[in-house]
């Protein structure tokens, strides 16, 4: 079960290389029932179940709002008629922004090329990347002149994340090896891409944002980077699937809520930069 997603690329147990679920008697235990259960080699903390998997991705998504609605109310009013307080508000936003995304970035690489999954980590990049989503939707919000557009965005979100699972799992969707090469290859090629972009547009190359501007190109970017992530939700399901039915660890629970947070954080902005240009000015 070789995974080419670098979020469970590096993990020995997505990839057949962390010992299987034992199946020696010799290894297993009695629960408080009486009844003998199995375990991990070298592990006492059971494994990786649907139900691990939501309550670590609601911890890393609660957290992850949490520190989204902090952000949005430290920054203040951006439209105050107090221009001192206005220009005050709007650098508080753009270093929040900023900040939040330079060092969610650099916690994505770490947790995702991280062998041994660290639980603090992940909840780190959460609290982070909340930060970032908190001030830019503020921003997003206050130049369209709607919050509403924020819940928007976020409805638009679930309702993609759900009916991509309800997709997946109805129509049985077979993820093969083909796919999630080209999936991944494509994501790497689009982060890749968008780095440049970040940069040339930082240092003057790029006027009003290059592919990222809202205008009809960045329209179509962001619409062309909603598939992209459904694409991803699928691979990630994927990879939920086949590690509960591996019997991975419980501690893998955080890799999976990971994984799932990254895209959906991923298709929120997408969503809400496809609602902002299209009510834009």
């Not at 998504?61 to 008629?81: K, N």
């Not at 330079?102 to 930060?131: D, R």
């Not at 440049?196 to 790029?206: C, D, E, H, I």
């Not at 619409?223 to 992209?228: E, I, K, S, T």
């Amino acid at each position: 079960m070789k995974s080419s997603n670098p979020v469970f690329a590096r993990s020995a147990e997505f990839n057949g290389r962390g010992g299987a679920v034992a199946s020696d008697p010799s290894q297993w235990q009695i629960d408080v029932n009486g009844s003998p259960t199995h375990t991990e080699r070298g592990s006492g903390t059971g494994r990786m179940t649907i139900d691990s998997v939501v309550e670590k991705t609601g911890i890393t998504l609660g957290l992850l709002a949490l520190a989204a609605a902090v952000s949005w109310f430290v920054i203040g009013d951006l439209d105050s008629a107090d221009v001192s307080e206005a220009d005050a508000a709007q650098g508080t936003a753009y270093a929040l922004a900023m900040g939040g995304a330079l060092i969610g970035f650099v916690l994505a690489m770490v947790n995702s090329f991280k062998k041994v999954v660290s639980p603090a980590l992940v909840l780190a990049y959460a609290v982070v990347e909340g930060v970032f989503i908190g001030a830019f939707s503020k921003v997003i919000a206050t130049w369209v002149g709607e919050p509403s557009i924020v819940f928007q965005a976020l409805l638009g979100t679930v309702v993609a994340f759900g009916g991509t699972l309800a997709a997946y799992k109805f129509f049985n969707i077979q993820v093969t090896d083909r796919f999630r090469k080209i999936v991944t290859i494509a994501a790497f090629s689009v982060m890749g891409v968008l780095l440049l972009n970040f940069v040339l547009s930082l240092t003057g190359v790029f006027e009003n944002g290059g592919l990222r501007g809202f205008n009809t190109l960045g329209l179509l970017v962001s619409c062309a980077l909603v598939v992209l992530a459904v694409f991803m939700l699928i691979m990630d399901f994927d990879y939920v699937e086949q590690g509960i039915a591996a019997g991975l660890p419980e501690r893998e629970s955080w890799r999976a809520a990971f994984g799932l947070t990254v895209t959906l954080v991923w298709l929120y902005i997408e969503i809400l930069r496809i609602l902002a240009i299209l009510r834009g000015d």
